[in-house]
């Protein structure tokens, strides 16, 4: 485990915390207006290994063989300048630090979003440590400005990191579908009337990354995923984004305590380790695999029964009761993409170089309006 401290004067910032995988979603922006909760289980950090945040540079004023040392292969509107090594943790788990005045309190919609630089800074010394994301749309969490920290080790070693066959014990999955409340709304028992059920932010984000390395294992081929919740959350955007034709891929759920698929599955849809980041693999020569969160992937490979839904009939006389019926537990519209992550995972794979791969990411707006992608 590990704390951090100021790296001007060595306070301490953090309660001990455990290293994970940096989540898909963890620059998210979901909606408009909606509340979402905070990124990182309490305990625990995550480092984001490319630069992220101001100062940006606008695509004009990169070179190409910059952008591609940096692993960005197609145009973005643009690049951080930051600092790589950005790390994040739940706000709960900050200590010993006070908020910067106003002038760096970017955001203000509903809350802060650091677009102005740190906003967190060590109570001690004054040095600007952190930015606190805490606006509407964006994921909770306060991000540790990599230059201004230092992580120092702390008595008691962690545990090693659970394998594949004690995270299916533990069975710990993400479901596909969740009340979503708007800004400012009370989601105690009986409030049913400002939020709704929908498809998980996560599951969207997740497909969003999935679908680029679909597309990228495609070769330009229509591509086939597993009927049911996969054929759902995938079938109809890659039957939008690829031509159809006899020459189709087969794309099979693979991982643990899963029999191994047929050999005429050419791509496989496997599990990302939660807290080390790493892909499962099948023994021998691997097909092209890709990457899930090992939540979304335990769904989808071991779907649970529907969730449960308000029994029929009336309630019995004299039964206190809610003026507002609860809203019915599925989503009010067909599975969509995140756009944005499936931009940014399509940028940084080099297939994306061949035409009609760059031709999809062109044409991105269409297939958005298509409804294929969130908007």
Request: hydrophobic residues 45%; aromatic residues 8%.
């Amino acid at each position: 485990m590990f704390v951090f401290v100021c790296a001007g004067c060595g306070a301490r910032l953090t309660t001990p915390l455990s290293q994970v995988a940096l989540p898909v979603h963890a620059h998210q922006k979901y909606g408009n207006g909606v509340q979402l909760p905070v990124l990182m289980e309490s305990g625990t950090f995550a480092v984001e290994p490319e630069p992220w945040g101001p100062p940006w540079r606008r695509w004009e004023e990169i070179r190409p063989d910059e952008a591609a040392a940096r692993g960005v292969y197609a145009p973005v509107y643009a690049l951080s300048d930051g600092a790589p090594g950005a790390i994040v943790i739940a706000p709960g788990d900050a200590q010993g630090t006070v908020l910067i005045p106003e002038e760096r309190g970017g955001g203000y919609c509903c809350g802060l979003d650091g677009a102005d630089g740190p906003n967190v800074a060590c109570a001690e010394c004054a040095l600007p440590v952190a930015s606190r994301i805490d606006d509407c749309s964006l994921w909770q969490a306060m991000w540790l400005a990599p230059n201004s920290v230092r992580r120092l080790p702390v008595d008691g070693a962690d545990a090693a990191p659970p394998s594949w066959a004690e995270l299916m014990a533990e069975g710990k999955g993400t479901p596909p579908f969740e009340p979503i409340a708007a800004w400012g709304s009370r989601m105690a028992a009986g409030h049913w009337s400002n939020y709704w059920w929908s498809w998980s932010p996560q599951w969207e984000a997740a497909a969003g990354q999935a679908l680029a390395h679909l597309l990228a294992a495609s070769e330009g081929q229509p591509v086939i995923v597993p009927d049911g919740l996969a054929g759902q959350v995938f079938q109809r955007a890659l039957d939008a984004l690829l031509p159809a034709g006899p020459q189709a891929r087969c794309a099979a759920l693979a991982g643990p305590a899963l029999p191994p698929p047929s050999s005429d599955a050419s791509i496989l849809l496997v599990p990302s380790h939660p807290q080390t980041g790493k892909t499962w693999a099948p023994a021998g020569p691997p097909p092209y695999m890709v990457p899930l969160p090992f939540g979304v992937w335990l769904w989808l490979a071991f779907p649970r029964p529907d969730l449960p839904v308000p029994a029929s009939g009336a309630l019995p006389a004299g039964t206190l009761h809610d003026d507002f019926d609860p809203p019915a537990l599925c989503p009010r519209h067909l599975f969509r993409m995140d756009s944005e992550v499936f931009r940014q995972t399509l940028v940084r794979l080099p297939s994306v170089r061949r035409p009609w791969l760059s031709d999809i990411l062109k044409n991105l707006t269409h297939h958005m309006r298509a409804s294929c992608i969130a908007l």
